[in-house]
């Protein structure tokens, strides 16, 4: 019989606790604010979650991620000042009670995770022309995102707790992390080992919005025409 030349092998299939085991890990995914251990992430363990998230999919095989690692204490601290300084004008820009419970949130760890990892994407990356980015050229950010997820998911898995923190000016970040002007920050991210989590996303917990349904945003050959069913689909449209 002659070899197989085709590249192709039987796909695997998962058993019933394997693909469990994969739907608990995604359920039980929150974004951690300021649970964290001081206790440094084991080598062996990061390197298996960033082996994770360079396993993702993306356009054309162009890898257009990168993952600065940063312990430094000091580093952390003007990261931090940067989210502050952008953090008072988010607050800003709530009323009322909004604004008080935005205030109330514990919104980032950068201080008290002992990692932070800054996921970047290198717009350049594979060239001009990309296969399967000629006519969406934001395919390279969208594969960085996937490989967010993976770092996400794997982290969990490994007793590791990851927050995303969004607040930030971007360019004081550039500035920070000497990031050049074509690549892309995608995720800032703290990550430590955790030991408790809220048992559901901390805004739900505080009635910020109800969470929507899968029925309601899963639509069948095309973009619904109806009206929002009631008020409370509504409000979620806002």
Not at 111 to 120: A, F, G, H, K, M
Not at 128 to 152: E, P
Request: aromatic share 8%; glycine share 6%.
């Amino acid at each position: 019989m002659p070899p197989d030349t085709s590249g192709k092998a039987p796909a695997r299939r998962f058993d019933d606790q394997e693909r469990q085991a994969l739907y608990d890990i995604i359920n039980n995914r929150r974004d951690v604010r300021n649970e964290f251990r001081p206790d440094p992430v084991a080598p062996a363990t990061l390197r298996r979650i960033l082996a994770a998230a360079h396993a993702a999919p993306s356009v054309g095989l162009t890898q257009p991620w990168d993952f600065l690692l940063i312990r430094d204490p000091r580093r952390r601290a003007d990261v931090h000042a940067a989210f502050l300084r952008a953090n008072a004008e988010a607050e800003e820009m709530f009323e009322g009670h909004r604004k008080a419970l935005y205030r109330s949130l514990k919104l980032e760890g950068i201080l008290t995770s002992p990692l932070n990892i800054c996921v970047t994407c290198d717009r350049n990356r594979g060239g001009k022309v990309v296969l399967g980015r000629t006519h969406d050229k934001n395919m390279d950010l969208y594969s960085t995102v996937c490989a967010v997820q993976n770092l996400w998911l794997a982290a969990r898995a490994e007793g590791v707790g990851i927050g995303w923190v969004s607040i930030f000016r971007p360019q004081d970040l550039r500035d920070l992390l000497g990031i050049p002007d074509h690549v892309e920050i995608v995720a800032y991210l703290c990550a430590g080992y955790i030991d408790e989590l809220y048992t559901k996303p901390e805004l739900e917990a505080r009635d910020w919005r109800a969470r929507l349904k899968l029925e309601s945003v899963v639509h069948e050959e095309g973009w619904p025409t109806r009206q929002p069913r009631d008020a409370a689909d509504a409000a979620r449209c806002e």
